[in-house]
Every structure is written in C-alpha cells, then in structure tokens.
C-alpha cells in the first residue's frame, strides 16, 4: 500500500523505481505473469517495461465499458435496467 498511497500523492518516477524493483524480485522468483491488480500500477509500470506478460485489468473494464455502450445505443440494453 505504501506504493500505491504515493502514486496517488503524485510521486510516479519514485514509485516506477520501487515497483521495477518488487517485479524483479518476483521474476526472480519464479512469477509468470504480472496482474496489475490496483488501478494505480499500470501509471507506472506497463507492458513494454518487463519481459512476462502483464495482465492490465482496466483495459478489460474499459473494452467491457465500450461494449456495454455500443450495446446501449444499439438498443440492445433498456437504459433503465441498465
């Protein structure tokens, strides 16, 4: 939590530094996939910076947000039960 109270606070580069640190931590120790499980991770880390994949879940919510409009404005959902 102390990384994610920071980011919030503004202090991106600091924390990009300590979060590399933790991932190299976890590679080393054997991790296979890197799930951004707090919105505020992906502001600091992201796919390109390390070498296993990196599962962002705001880009699964954004898609589903999209969907769920396309599927609005098609009149596929009643606004109201929405």
Do not use: C, W
Not at 15 to 25: E, G, S
């Amino acid at each position: 939590m102390y990384q994610i109270r920071n980011i919030r606070a503004g202090r991106i580069a600091e924390m990009r530094n300590n979060l590399m640190v933790v991932v190299r931590q976890l590679i080393d120790k054997g991790a296979m996939h890197k799930l951004a499980a707090y919105t505020e991770i992906p502001l600091t880390i992201n796919k390109s910076d390390i070498e296993m994949p990196f599962v962002d879940p705001m880009e699964y919510l954004a898609e589903e947000a999209i969907g769920q409009v396309g599927e609005l404005l098609k009149g596929k959902i009643n606004f109201l039960t929405f």
